[in-house]
């Protein structure tokens, strides 16, 4: 079962070609292995926009993200901030065994975060370092509890509880469009509780896989968010392999 980059979220997250007639009592299990069924390209790069609201105020930031996936099941993404600072994140997502993730500061200091530090926010946003690693399904067991609508669509409700011991959330929950079984919204949990959740809006086709083109991350209090919008995108581009090289980092 191929892995999913969240951070791929930002372009094309949990999408698939509809195989079993709309009818048909799906399980969760089964809801969820149409949504990884999905169209992916070989990579992908685009400028994007985030906007950070907190305390009454928004802070933007501009990053361009560059990923590619490769034959042997696995993803590389890296992000580069344009402004305000020159952070940037890399990204192995691995098969079968915990990703690797790498911090640039604007200083120069490379930092690798470790499992146990990534329920932080990452550059003060409301995503965290989790949310910027891979999804395996088969690290899931899944649940169908119900169907309901999320962003204006028709959906199944699929929660999702991870097997593994390093874990931030509790559990997620996956709004999956009745339509072309699109998550179009995921709900997470922490320490026993609603914490947030994400949204995909604007969402066209380019190259023939469904795209979002702005994501929002937002806390259940309501109490702040942060959104992404997608700018120039291109799919299925030449990127050299050295741009994901740990050590072009320095």
């Not at 949990?14 to 949504?35: D, N, V, Y």
């Not at 999956?176 to 699109?182: G, I």
């Not at 086709?205 to 083109?213: A, E, K, R």
């Amino acid at each position: 079962m191929k892995r999913n980059s969240v951070f791929l979220c930002f372009v094309i997250l949990f999408l698939s070609l509809p195989s079993f007639a709309q009818t048909q009592e799906l399980t969760g299990r089964e809801i969820m292995e149409k949504a990884d069924a999905l169209k992916q390209p070989d990579s992908a790069a685009s400028k994007i926009i985030m906007e950070i609201y907190k305390g009454g105020g928004v802070e933007e930031k501009e990053f361009m993200l560059q990923m590619k996936q490769y034959d042997n099941d696995e993803d590389k993404a890296l992000i580069t901030f344009i402004r305000p600072t020159q952070i940037k994140l890399l990204t192995h997502s691995h098969k079968s065994v915990d990703d690797d993730q790498w911090l640039t500061l604007s200083s120069g200091k490379v930092k690798r975060i470790v499992s146990s530090g990534r329920d932080k926010p990452f550059v003060n946003s409301h995503f965290y370092f989790e949310d910027l690693t891979s999804v395996d399904i088969d690290e899931y067991e899944f649940k169908r509890i119900g169907e309901e609508k999320a962003v204006g669509e028709d959906c199944y409700k699929v929660e999702g509880i991870k097997q593994t011991d390093e874990k931030v959330y509790d559990k997620v929950a996956f709004f999956v469009r009745k339509s072309d079984y699109f998550v179009v919204r995921v709900d997470f949990f922490k320490d026993g509780a609603f914490h947030k959740f994400m949204e995909n809006h604007q969402v066209k086709v380019i190259d023939g896989i469904l795209t979002p083109h702005k994501i929002k991350m937002e806390l259940a209090d309501g109490k702040g968010k942060t959104e992404l919008t997608l700018k120039g995108l291109k799919y299925n581009i030449a990127i050299d392999d050295a741009t994901f090289n740990k050590d072009a980092l320095r």
